[in-house]
Structures are given as C-alpha cells and as structure tokens.
C-alpha cells in the first residue's frame, strides 16, 4: 500500500456520461498530480494541485476538471465521455510543489467507456 | 518543451542475467532530475531509482544502476542478477528543477519498455 487511494478501481460508463474519480494523498503530502494511461498516448500529465490550488497543468482536455478539498483529497471530473477517454487514470502526491525524490503513485482508476 | 524516448518496447533476459534498458531525453535545462519507474501487472507505479543532473556520479540501488550521460542526453538502467519479479513496464521519467515554472511539478514520461524475464 502506497499511501495514496483512489476509487474507485474500476469504472464502466457510456458515453456522454460524467464520472468522478477520487484521490486520497499520502498523509502529510500536499501536492496532488494526476496523469492519464492509455495505449496510445502513454502516460500523460494532466494537472496538479498544491494546498488546494492549481499548480500546473498538463494537456487536460476542457470537458475535463478537477479541484482539491481543503482535507487535501482531490477528486477529478471527466464529462462528456468519449470512446478515447478509456484509459487508467493515476493520481500521485508529494510533500512539497515537487519532489526531487519521485512522487508516490496510487494505483490507478481503470476507466471504461463503453 | 521537455521529451523522454525510449527506443525499445521491448527486451527480454533470462533470468540471474543482466539487462540494460535505454532512455534519452531532450532538454534545454541543465539542472533537472531524472527517474525510471516500474509498472508490474498489479498497475501500480513504483520508483526504482533517481538521479540528479548536477551530480557526475552514477545512481545505484542495489541490483539496479544507471549510466547517465549527461551531454549525449541519456540516462539507461541497468538490472543485474535478474529475477523474475523484475517482469514488467519500465519508464523512465524527467522533472524540470527550475522552481517555480509552470511544470515544476510535472513528470515527463518515455513509452516505456515491457520488460520479460525467462526462467
């Protein structure tokens, strides 16, 4: 166990549907950072949070969000889905805005968009 | 913009040999930090080792080293002894050490390399 949760682990929706996925991050870890896993495009950065603001962001698509809670957890909305969303979508945290030590990985939401 | 390339998708080793899985990157920035990630079946993501760009010295974590070299911009691992549990996606990854960027934080990934070892 990594110390960083997400839920849920599998998710099977249609498409045009909205969906939420939810990450817990390490206790004592600040930063949340979410990334995308498919096939084609590899891993991918989306967005992170810092403290519950946004700190960077990656190639989020618009139809895509996310935001982070004052108890640190952050939970990234996907709308509108796509055939192409379907992929596993990871969320990492660290203590600080970055890490020079590698950031610890949850292990993953597998979307499914049917 | 910062990219990672790993030219193999795949490698195989038998197992209690050595393997070298390759990883060159492309950037502007001297002061950074590279890192190379395994991904078994279970999915999760773990770090095996870390290097940082201003320091000459080759990262080691026990059977795993890397050889980083700096001005061709590659960053390769190496597995000795190899075991069956070092089956899976390998990926290396790059993070900008300039603080205060607007990708400060953001790790970028190669494609990876599957990784198959033989009995």
């Known amino acids: 166990d990594s110390g960083v949760t997400q839920t849920p682990k599998h998710l099977i929706t249609a498409t045009g549907q909205r969906v939420t996925l939810r990450c817990s991050p390490r206790?004592?870890?600040?930063?949340v950072y979410w990334y995308q896993q498919s096939l084609d495009q590899g891993l991918q950065f989306l967005i992170q949070?810092?403290?519950?603001?946004?700190?960077a962001k990656g190639n989020i698509l618009e139809r895509f969000s996310a935001q982070q809670f004052p108890d640190l957890h952050s939970e990234l909305n996907l709308s509108s889905l796509e055939l192409g969303d379907s992929a596993l979508y990871f969320c990492?945290?660290?203590?600080?805005?970055?890490?020079?030590?590698?950031?610890?990985f949850g292990s993953g939401t597998r979307l499914t968009v049917v | 913009a910062q990219t990672v390339t790993q030219s193999q998708p795949e490698m195989s080793v038998q197992e209690a040999e050595t393997v070298t899985l390759s990883c060159t990157y492309d950037?502007?920035?001297?002061?950074?930090?590279l890192f190379w990630y395994k991904q078994p079946p279970s999915r999760q993501m773990i770090l095996v080792i870390r290097?940082?760009?201003?320091?000459?010295q080759n990262a080691t974590e026990n059977r795993f080293s890397v050889n980083f070299q700096k001005a061709a911009k590659s960053f390769s691992l190496k597995i000795s002894d190899s075991q069956l549990g070092d089956a899976a996606m390998y990926f290396c990854?790059?993070?900008?050490?300039?603080?205060?960027?607007?990708?400060?934080?953001?790790?970028?990934f190669g494609q990876g390399t599957i990784l198959t070892v033989h009995p």
């Open positions: 990492a945290s660290s203590r600080g805005e970055s890490s020079n030590y590698g950031y610890t």
């Open positions: 206790s004592g870890d600040l930063s």
């Open positions: 949070y810092y403290n519950g603001e946004e700190r």
């Open positions: 950037t502007s920035e001297s002061d950074y930090y």
């Open positions: 290097q940082e760009a201003y320091k000459q």
């Open positions: 990854a790059y993070r900008s050490a300039k603080a205060g960027g607007t990708s400060y934080g953001k790790l970028t």
